[in-house]
């Protein structure tokens, strides 16, 4: 049903209006005690055997929203209803901003795939910081706080920036990610290398200490795809170095390679996600397991469009995964699907529990090596 009200409808709708228009929907649904009720129970079972734990966080399972669906924390229950095991809000900058000029979301429906340049469109910290304060949730789910420069901050002054966020933002967090990888803010991804990563990094974590005295809100950093190897290590090295707590892998990418949707489309600058992401984000998935083992947390996203994705992220070392891109194409079902999936293929595998099963493949190519 969803796919023909897909073709139908959405596809032949701008991204963008159909988003914010699914947007509203979710939204009554979770503000609605009976269709709240009767959509969870549809959409969001629970299979005990994906319960996770992760950051010294329990969640329902490994399976979140990714950053960049819902920038203002406005729709955290609507989404946990339709089976997200955590949703990441933002990414939010220290001053509200509206984004790039549209048209700035694409869709390339051949390759299931989406570029944006929507360019950290938000409210900012202050604004998104009083939304998490006054939240009564209805749905228990995990937030995570994804946090960007603001575009007119200059990038010397980046640090700053971040840190006024993590003073606003923190306390409503229970994780917080750093975001270096988006290819839409000038400067931003210069921040990525480990002079500049370094003292931010160190940055936001004293300011979260400072800010939040009773528990420590867990750290993470989200890097791009078009990384070279070479710092893919040196941000793993980095991280262990810091005690991070995590590395979300990863963002969009600036690349066109192996595209199939035809004319002047694919030529629209931005970031490219969706399945087109897949195979690189594995890749790096891979390398930082290899690099890092257990010692930190890894988030694989990028091309999650089934339960094979997601089973094969968790043998390549991630704790948890996430989607977004995918959402667009499937529909409400598609959290729905994946923990169905996943927990299938947990029963019919070697391994007892999920937690066996994170970066088993890796270590399996280590040992035979």
């Known amino acids: 049903m969803y796919k023909l009200f897909f073709r139908l409808v959405f596809k032949r709708m701008d991204p963008e209006k159909a988003h914010y228009l699914a947007f509203r929907w979710i939204r009554l649904a979770a503000r ?17 055997e994906l319960r996770t734990e992760a950051l010294g ?3 329902h399972g490994p399976f979140g929203l990714a950053a960049g669906f819902d920038k203002n924390a406005i729709a955290i229950d ?76 200059p990038e010397a002054e980046a640090v700053a920036d971040y840190v006024k966020s993590t003073e606003r933002l923190a306390a409503f967090a229970d994780y917080l ?44 950093v989200k890097i791009a795809p078009d990384l070279a190897d070479e710092d893919v290590d ?20 600036i ?10 489309l694919v030529n629209e600058t931005g970031g490219l996600s969706g399945a087109p992401l897949k195979e690189r984000s594995l890749e790096v998935l891979r390398r930082l397991y290899a690099r890092v083992g257990d010692r930190i947390t890894l988030v694989g996203v990028g091309g999650i469009e089934n339960a094979e994705d997601a089973w094969q992220r968790i043998l390549a070392g991630a704790t948890l995964i996430q989607g977004y891109s995918a ?32 970066g088993a493949d890796v270590r399996k190519k280590a040992n035979a090596a």
């Open 177 to 220: 990610v750093v975001n270096v990888s988006s290819p839409n803010t000038p400067g931003l991804r210069n921040l990525q290398a480990t002079e500049a990563l370094r003292p931010l990094l160190t940055a936001v974590r004293e300011a979260a200490d400072r800010t939040v005295r009773a528990r420590r809100v867990p750290l993470l």
């Open 57 to 59: 966080l329990r969640m």
């Open 234 to 253: 040196a941000v793993a090295d980095l991280a262990v170095e810091l005690g991070l707590d995590g590395i979300i892998a990863t963002n969009t990418t």
């Open 255 to 264: 690349s066109r390679e192996g595209l199939t949707t035809k004319g002047a």
């Open 78 to 153: 609507g989404m946990a209803m339709l089976g997200f095991d955590h949703i990441e809000i933002g990414t939010v900058t220290g001053e509200p901003q509206p984004g790039n000029p549209k048209k700035r979301l694409f869709r390339l429906v051949p390759d299931r795939a989406l570029i944006n340049r929507m360019g950290f469109n938000n409210e900012g910290s202050l604004a998104v910081a009083a939304r998490l304060a006054s939240r009564n949730p209805v749905v228990r789910t995990t937030v995570g706080v994804n946090i960007g420069k603001t575009k007119v901050v």
């Open 32 to 48: 609605t005690p009976v269709l709240r009720t009767f959509v969870a129970a549809a959409l969001a079972p629970r299979y005990k």
């Open 327 to 358: 959402f667009i194409y499937e529909g409400p079902f598609y959290a729905r699907a994946i923990h169905k999936g996943l927990a299938a293929r947990l029963r019919t595998s070697p391994h007892v529990t999920l937690a066996d099963a994170i």
